[in-house]
């Protein structure tokens, strides 16, 4: 298996590739900044030193940009023009990317409950929709019109059903 080499580098640096066969909507940027405010940048960019062109993250490239970002860790590659645009496709391949489990339904609500805020920003309602699941339904009480979390309310599992008061 091939190593890379992971560096950090200026943001003005990296050069997107005109290939990339990707765009995104101005929504999904907007989630994709929400999840990058959130949590970092936990998916590097892919920069091959041969063409001195973004093989892959072309999107968060974009995104970090909007934050106002400088810098950012990335796997630096060493591959020919052809390997480069096989690597482009092959990092966006959904066919080779696996399927949801039945987990994703769990998972996502448990997601909704504990940070209801961060699952509507990172578009996670927009998945659920795509997936064809039906959000839980929260208990009356338990969040207010504005969506702020009730902390006299109890909290109640949508799993098990389980309450309890904080």
Known sequence: MKRHKIEKMKLDDLKPADY??????????????ASLERFGCVQHIVWNRRTKRVVGGHQRLTALLDLGEKETDVVVVIFTAKEERALNV????????????DDLESLLAGIQTDTPDLYADILLDELAEEQGITPPDFQPGSIDDQGKLDEKAPTICPECGHEWTA
Do not use: F, K, V
């Open 20 to 33: 990339n066969p990707r765009s995104m909507t101005d929504r999904a940027r907007e989630g994709l900044r």
């Open 90 to 101: 092959a990092l966006n391949n959904q066919a080779i990317q696996g399927e949801w489990t």
